[in-house]
């Protein structure tokens, strides 16, 4: 989980680091962007070689419910 | 204005035009290539000195990673790297496509991508890829290095889309035919000097003619700039 929080941390640019735990509800914050979510499903395959879908991922509220889908998909 | 820009392709014609031009703005110069001695020989020609040398092969996956982690924070990236190639569309194969595209494309795109990833890029900073008016100008012999330049077009276009949000801005410089090493590759000058006077400016560029848009496009001066494509020609329709 945490190299994970680590990766999904890297696809903000603005974003203090101390803000990406477990219940972050990332959609909430202000750098949030689609673009985001894209670069967050691209990490996942590249990283942890898990395609998981633009739907599972919108069903997603934290960053663990994230976590839970890729790992779920393993 | 305190200005870093990377400068590829430095060591020669409109890289090296670039760079000489980047530093009497007093901006300050990466300057990259495979021969260190011809990068000197463009720092020895650069106002200021503060310019940074860091040679490397950029088609070599080791280098180009070595060269992004030696990175400043940029403000600028000037893709200026490029191979001429002029080989009938019969006669190729697999090896001439590749090292044609490796350069020319493949190169560039995973430098810039390497750059993000690793957050070398500053907010508001400026790419500008140098493309060739060949992207959509046919001529014989020309078909793999159109094909490179094109793609580099339609990846610039894409890309600028993706970094608008930080208002980042990529742009790409489409020169006509530039008197540079590249441009004498498979050619005889004798014919370029005929050819040249078939321009409507009556002359091929000079790399002294392109390095001002790069100049222009890096500057906040092009604020408002991205996602375009500036064919610089002479006047001319065709290559």
Redesign the interface.
Known sequence: MEDFIKNFAAQWEDTEMDVFVPTCTFRELEEWSSLIGLAILNMMVKKYGVKVSPAEFKLCVTIKDVYDVMTSKR | MENTILVTGASSGIGRAIAILCAQKGWHIVLTGRNVLRLEETRSLMEGDEHLIIPADLTDKVQQQALVNEMPILNGVVHCAGVGSRMLGRMLEDDDVRKVMSVNFVAPVLLQAALL?E?KLA?EASIVFIASTAATMPSVGNSIYSASKAALVAYAKCLSI?LA??RQRVNCISPAMVWTDLALVGADVEQLREAEQAYPLKRYGQPQDIAPMAVYLLSDDASWITGSNFELTGGTQTL
Do not use: G
């Open positions: 990833r957050k907010r993706e949000p930080r």
